[in-house]
């Protein structure tokens, strides 16, 4: 995974296996990631200029094309209006449920076809849930777009929702679980646990991945429900980036989409939080983990804001290489740990949620050190930034290295990166052509700004710290 995706642990396995939540029955792996209300002044010209067109269909749809012909490919992307945070409450986990119900198959297309379909063309298909969005994407030969537009359609408009079907991928999900949480050390650190310590709203603290009651207790009717509702039309995206015709892909994109009837408006609940006054500190036994853990994690401002894209360049200065300030206090000198890991939205990226959002880091970190004096060393590091301004050359450094990685999601090869972003900004803003304009966010970033985000955003009443007691370590003695 890119940096502008998602920042794991390189020995957390499951952080990955989890954070893209694509369905496993079918041999495909997990979605990976290219590597966002007061808006700044981001009109500048920006190095990143894309062709975008943009339009809604009389249904609602909304439809994001990026003709690019340098390389005889296309990827399309069917962005869904609902994730994580706005599934039912008691129901955790029907988000993540559902997508893998998206793969059983259609009413012109039985399970299986579809990959055949991807696959027998060269190309390759996957889907993922997010906070607040689930995605399937296809990437495959410039020949096979309109057989794949036929069958996204097909899907969207038909899914072939049985029971069979829903307790097939009841069990799947549930072993997913039991394998990527409940039987991995540190198998919910820090991606599942934190927002369930540092949050309050339900919305954005219940546990995602979901509890294997709710699981359990899905119905084809709360299937059935949960289709009509979420995936309609009026509640998507469709991206097609590459190399096609704009006028074919437009008439193929009315022609299988346009029939599909527009759903119910959704009323979105209140996902907001409150400003966190005071430090949070939270304890959890890991009975798996042979070492202890320790993640930290701070609310971020307003996604879209001038703060916020302060905090995207504080993050640079502070986790983000290994001349970042965290890095070089904790592992280099301090040497608590082989490695600091973290970043905004560790589900995604710094673009593609809409909501309340974290900011985290975490370590594993040698028994010797108790979490007291880690944080005293991450107070001395975090602090620095909220009494002195960066200079304009460490400010520089990190919008070079910040764009540099943008840069590069943005021109992938297989440009899911692209799509991952034109779709965000689509779903999330309706404005789409905000990717050419959002490196002037960067640049109007100042050291004043810097200093006056890091005063506020990181200050220790907005911050919460988890531990992890290992049980492992401790049934060894």
């Known amino acids: 995974m890119t940096r502008v995706s998602i920042r794991i642990f390189a020995a957390i396995a499951a952080f990955s296996l989890l954070a893209a939540c694509g369905p496993d029955d079918s041999g495909r792996e997990d979605a990976q990631d290219p590597p966002e209300t007061a808006a700044p002044d981001d009109s500048a010209e920006s190095g990143i200029r894309i062709d975008v067109s943009y339009q809604t269909l009389d249904n609602g749809l909304r439809v994001v094309m990026a003709p690019d012909s340098t390389i005889p490919t296309v990827t399309v992307g069917v962005y869904y209006g609902i994730g994580f945070r706005i599934e039912p409450r008691d129901r955790t986990g029907f988000a993540h449920l559902f997508e893998h119900l998206m793969f059983q198959g259609s009413r012109h297309a039985e399970k299986g076809e579809f990959d055949k379909l991807i696959n ?57 679980v039991k394998v990527n949480v409940l039987n991995q050390p540190y198998g919910g650190f820090p991606w599942l646990d934190m927002p369930q310590y540092a949050n309050e709203n339900w919305y954005n603290a219940h546990n995602f991945y979901g509890a294997l009651d709710d699981l359990e207790a899905a119905t084809l009717e709360d299937a059935r429900d949960f289709h009509d509702r979420y995936y309609a039309p009026n509640n998507a995206v469709l991206v097609i980036a590459g190399d096609f015709d704009p006028a074919k892909a437009t008439r193929w994109v009315e022609k299988y989409f346009g029939p599909i009837p527009q759903g119910d408006a959704i009323t979105l609940p209140d996902i907001s939080e409150p400003r966190q006054e005071e430090e949070k500190t939270a304890a959890k036994t890991d009975p798996l983990a042979p070492r202890p853990a320790l993640a930290f994690a701070y609310h971020m401002p307003e996604r879209g804001t001038d703060e916020y894209y302060a905090m995207a ?80 050359a460490e400010l520089a450094r990190a919008r070079t290295k910040l764009l540099s990685e943008f840069y590069g999601v943005v021109d992938s090869p297989t440009r899911f990166g692209l799509v991952d972003l034109l779709a965000s900004f689509a779903l999330f803003d309706d404005d789409p052509a905000r990717i050419n304009r959002i490196e002037g966010g960067f640049d109007n970033v100042t050291p004043a700004l810097m200093l006056e985000t890091a005063e506020e955003y990181l200050r220790p009443g907005n911050r919460t710290v988890l531990r992890i007691e290992p049980g492992a370590a401790q049934d060894q003695q």
Do not use: C
């Open 313 to 392: 360049l504080l993050d640079q200065i502070l986790i983000q290489g290994e001349d970042s300030r965290l890095y070089q206090a904790l592992v280099k000198d301090k040497g608590y740990a082989s490695g600091v890991e973290g970043g905004i939205n560790l589900l995604g990226n710094m673009f593609n949620y809409d909501g309340p959002m974290l900011w985290t880091a975490a370590m594993i970190h040698g028994e010797e050190f108790t979490p007291e004096e880690i944080m005293t060393t991450v107070d001395g590091v975090v602090e620095g930034l909220r009494t002195e301004p960066v200079t304009e």
């Open 120 to 176: 027998g063309s060269g190309g390759v298909n996957n889907g993922s849930t997010r906070f607040d969005f689930t995605n399937y994407f296809e990437v495959v030969p410039s020949s096979a777009l309109e057989p794949v537009l036929w069958i996204e359609a097909d899907r969207m408009a038909f899914p072939d929702i049985t029971q069979e079907k829903l307790a097939n991928q009841q069990g799947v999900v549930a072993n997913e």
